[in-house]
C-alpha cells in the first residue's frame, strides 16, 4: 500500500488547436485535442506526503503556459495521465509504486 500523498492536476484545452502538454522532469510531450481534459498524477516521493517544491517549497506542481503549450512540473517521484474518467492516457509505466486503480 502506498504511504505517501497523491496529488492531481486538471489540465482542459478550451482553444480551438491541439495542446502541446509536457510533462517534465521526465520531457514527456503529449497532444491534447481542443475540448480535451487530462489529468496528470503524482506522487510524493516521502512517506509523510509532503512535496518538493519547483519554485516555493511543499508544492506537488508548477505550470508553465504559453500560446500553444503547457509545461507541468510534477514534483513527485513519478506520474501518469489519465482521462476525467480515470482511463489511462498513457500506458507508459515509469515505475510507479503508487499507481493502481485509485491512483
Given at each position: 500500500m502506498f504511504?505517501?500523498?497523491t496529488?492531481?492536476?486538471?489540465?482542459?484545452?478550451d482553444g480551438?488547436?491541439?495542446?502541446?502538454?509536457?510533462v517534465?522532469p521526465?520531457?514527456?510531450?503529449y497532444?491534447?485535442?481542443?475540448?480535451?481534459?487530462?489529468?496528470?498524477v503524482t506522487h510524493s516521493?516521502?512517506?509523510?506526503?509532503?512535496?518538493?517544491?519547483?519554485l516555493?517549497?511543499?508544492?506537488?506542481?508548477?505550470?508553465?503556459?504559453?500560446?500553444?503549450s503547457?509545461?507541468?512540473?510534477?514534483?513527485?517521484?513519478?506520474?501518469?495521465l489519465?482521462?476525467?474518467?480515470?482511463?489511462?492516457?498513457?500506458a507508459?509505466?515509469?515505475?510507479?509504486?503508487?499507481?493502481?486503480?485509485?491512483?
Open positions: 504511504a505517501g500523498g496529488a492531481r492536476l486538471l489540465v482542459r484545452n480551438e488547436a491541439p495542446l502541446e502538454l509536457t517534465e521526465w520531457a514527456d510531450t497532444q491534447i485535442l481542443p475540448g480535451q481534459t487530462c489529468v496528470v516521493p516521502t512517506g509523510d506526503g509532503s512535496w518538493s517544491g519547483t516555493r517549497g511543499d508544492e506537488p506542481f508548477q505550470v508553465d503556459h504559453r500560446r500553444d503547457v509545461t507541468v512540473w510534477a514534483n513527485g517521484n513519478c506520474f501518469h489519465s482521462d476525467l474518467a480515470g482511463n489511462a492516457i498513457d507508459v509505466d515509469w515505475q510507479c509504486s503508487a499507481q493502481g486503480p485509485d491512483s
